[in-house]
């Protein structure tokens, strides 16, 4: 199952290196938000540097609703998640390949958005490993959910909007620990005893679990 | 028509109930002593909210049962539509009236209370699960992805719940009085209570009564209509060497025998 599932992340990951849609499109469209946070907020700096770790969530979940939706629209074209099924592929090592591409590609979207964030809006960082392990904490959380209801969503009559309709909710838990974690990441004492990083890595494993678990009755009709 | 009869006594005795409770909490019940009238919203917002939960518990449980092989019925999948429904309209209602009662009483319309923004994300989360039925698709293939999906809202509901509470608790303390907490509630406003949740369950059974007969009906139509245009291609097909003449005058070449399994909807 390793094994298949390698080939899936494997394929994802060429499509984006021939594409270039997240290189070139996503994470662009991430650093254009955070500089109209800076139009929008009129450049207030005190209060973009208290607001940074929520404005970094905000970003990353909105960026990667489109990483989302990008890897099922590959799987639409052609029905290509139709011939992975009539290989005999498992649903899991599907679930686990596309994971693995997606939080690849999410990872890097996140350092950039941090790294823009921490040049543009100057919140200090106490805590580098406490950043680290939170984020991927959120990324599987975050990707697990997309995967599940990108495949619920998928269809030729349903617009790419229902997507983050679904998604925004049910991942309000992430979002709220994951901003927790940078807000505690920001003092120079904090480390990776942080009680945030220890809710937001559980809800992460209950996330996983859920995808899953959900994705294999979701993708099969 | 049993389910008929049954159906319309439910309504009368919900909307006998309903109007017994306004009479009961708008005219026999005293002010309360330190909210006053306001104190009368107590009739209406907590049923209001236990119906909701409700609700979406009848959802969650259709929808399992939806899921599990040995009942897989589409039943189910109606009982979780017209439950979930029901279940907005009533999140919806729960929170314009908790506003109603929080501008005079905490002097704002909303508040980040952990209860209260559980309660709108619980609220966003069915309205996606609505939205997600509106895709076009088999009544199987959307019974099996909305059953998946509202099992998982199941699941994320008590984890929304703890994150916010922990959210609010961990940098202040808890704010918020919870409803009714400073008043007590005894004798006739007691009754006026009860009597609260007994007709807004009602009204919610016989609401989801009715849209599952709505979800019935579509169901029914859906299938007259498929059989209607079955009959018209068969139609057409008893005078098929008369179509392939036409055709065949039209200029166009005759067309070739489409293999059945080419012809059918992959799976």
């Known amino acids: 199952m390793i094994r298949r599932a390698w080939a899936v992340a494997r394929k994802d990951m060429l499509i984006e290196y021939h594409s270039r849609v997240a290189l070139n499109q996503v994470i662009p469209f991430a650093l254009a938000v955070l500089l109209t946070f800076g139009f929008a907020l009129d450049t207030r700096d005190q209060l973009l540097a208290e607001i940074a770790p929520g404005l970094f969530w905000v970003v990353v979940l909105f960026s990667s609703l489109y990483l ?9 074209e052609n029905a290509a998640m139709e011939g992975l099924v009539l290989y005999g592929i498992d649903p899991m090592a599907i679930f686990l390949g596309k994971l693995a591409a997606l939080a690849v590609q999410m990872l890097v979207l996140e350092a ?10 100057n919140p200090p960082v106490g805590s580098l490993g ?7 904490a959120a990324t599987l959380a975050i ?10 969503s998928s269809s030729e009559h349903s617009g790419e909007s229902l997507l983050p309709l679904l998604v925004i909710p049910v991942l309000a ?15 120079a004492g904090a480390g990776i005893y942080d009680p945030w990083l220890k809710i937001v890595s559980i809800f992460g494993a209950v996330f996983l679990a859920v995808g899953a678990a959900g994705f294999g009755p979701a993708m099969e009709d | 028509m049993t389910s008929t009869l049954v159906r319309k006594a439910v ?17 026999v019940t005293p002010p309360d002593v330190v909210q006053g009238n306001l104190a009368r919203l107590l009739y209406v917002h907590p049923p209001v909210a236990w119906v909701a939960y409700l609700a979406y518990g009848v959802t969650s449980i259709a929808s399992g049962l939806y899921l599990w092989r040995p009942t897989r019925s589409l039943k189910w ?9 029901v279940g907005v309209v009533f999140t919806g209602l729960t929170l314009v009236t908790g506003s109603i009662w929080g501008r005079p009483a905490w002097g704002v319309w909303w508040t980040w209370d952990a209860r209260l923004t559980s309660t709108a994300i619980l609220f966003v989360l069915y309205l996606g699960y609505l939205a997600l039925r509106r895709i076009p698709l088999s009544a199987e293939t959307r019974a099996k992805r909305s059953a998946v999906a509202a099992l998982i809202a199941f699941i994320d509901v008590p984890i929304v719940h703890e994150s916010v509470v922990w959210w609010r608790t961990l940098h202040q303390g808890a704010t918020v009085a919870t409803l009714g907490a400073n008043t007590k509630v005894h004798g006739i406003m007691a009754w006026t209570l009860l009597l609260g949740f007994v007709a807004f369950t009602m ?22 209509q498929l059989e209607a245009w079955e009959a018209e291609r068969m139609a057409e097909a008893g005078a098929p060497d008369a179509a392939i003449g036409r055709l065949l005058e039209s200029g166009a070449r005759a067309p070739k025998e489409v293999p059945a399994d080419q012809g059918a909807t992959p799976k």
């Open chain 1, 68 to 76: 989302i939706a990008r890897s099922f629209r590959v799987e639409r």
């Open chain 1, 112 to 121: 950039v958005a941090a790294a823009g964030i921490v040049i543009l809006f």
């Open chain 1, 130 to 136: 406490l950043l680290a392990i939170s984020a991927l």
């Open chain 1, 143 to 152: 990707g697990s959910i997309g995967l599940v209801y990108g495949a619920l």
């Open chain 1, 173 to 187: 838990p992430i979002v709220i620990s994951a901003a927790k974690c940078w807000s505690d990441a920001e003092s």
């Open chain 2, 11 to 27: 309504g009368v005795t919900s909307l006998v109930l309903v109007a017994a409770t306004v009479v009961m909490g708008l005219f």
């Open chain 2, 77 to 85: 999948d109606r009982i979780a539509v017209a439950s979930a429904e």
């Open chain 2, 203 to 224: 009204v919610y059974i016989w609401m989801a009564m009715l849209r599952y007969r709505v979800e019935t009906m579509a169901a029914e139509i859906e299938s007259t």
